[in-house]
T-cell receptor, first 113, second 114 residues
């Protein structure tokens, strides 16, 4: 069964902490994505990566960075967490091409106090 | 740029009722169209897709037809169940030009009562 896994389902951090969210996929997909999901706002793209060590900003990259050192792993980093980063974070992966759907992880619900 | 518009929710239905969730899109090219479903506490998963005009995607009793003339991809189900309660997302992805990123609608919440 193909899978996208995320390191934590729930996470509570304090303002100013550095936070790492990890995502791993086992489908050998080229593309990986980080979204945040907030009520009434749908999915918003933070960053994506189309190859190892490649990254592109999405719609809301401020306050976030990413790392992709291996094809199967895509990390989201909050350098200094703030309360407005409290959200659900979803990782996804896909193969190249317009016919290919995204596969999503279960999400990490992050609370910043 | 590309965009997807879904009907606002929540949509509230009784079990066995007929469901329609409207989705319209604008796209510069020839997109593939998708419906994703998100059950409570989970990530999104693909429900169905269609890759060209007049294609019908179907899965788990849900159907949607790619209508190029009306730029629509409405989701339908003849008889909903309580277990269909979820958030449904319509999405498009350009089929060419090194496409990486889908465009999502904001999601429509469906609540089905026994």
């Amino acid at each position: 069964d193909v899978k996208v896994t995320q390191s934590s389902r729930y996470l509570v951090k304090r303002t100013g902490e550095k936070v790492f969210l990890e995502c791993v996929q086992d489908m050998d997909h080229e593309n990986m994505f980080w979204y945040r999901q907030d009520p009434g706002l749908g999915l918003r793209l933070i960053y994506f990566s189309y190859d190892v060590k490649m990254k592109e900003k999405g719609d809301i990259p401020e306050g976030y960075s990413v790392s992709r050192e291996k094809k199967e792993r895509f990390s989201l980093i909050l350098e200094s967490a703030s309360t407005n980063q409290t959200s659900m974070y979803l990782c996804a992966s896909s193969a190249h091409g317009g016919l290919n759907e995204q596969f999503f992880g279960p999400g990490t619900r992050l609370t910043v106090l | 740029g590309d965009s997807v518009t879904q009907m606002e929710g929540p949509v509230t239905l009784s079990e066995e009722a007929f469901l329609t969730i409207n989705c319209t899109y604008t796209a510069t090219g020839y997109p593939s169209l998708f419906w994703y479903v998100q059950y409570p506490g989970e990530g999104l998963q693909l429900l169905l897709k269609a890759t060209k005009a007049d294609d019908k995607g179907s899965n788990k009793g849900f159907e949607a037809t790619y209508r190029k003339e009306t730029t629509s991809f409405h989701l339908e189900k003849g008889s909903v169940q309580v277990s269909d309660s979820a958030v449904y997302f319509c999405a498009l992805k350009e089929a060419s030009g090194g496409s990486y990123i889908p465009t999502f609608g904001r999601g429509t919440s469906l609540i089905v009562h026994p």
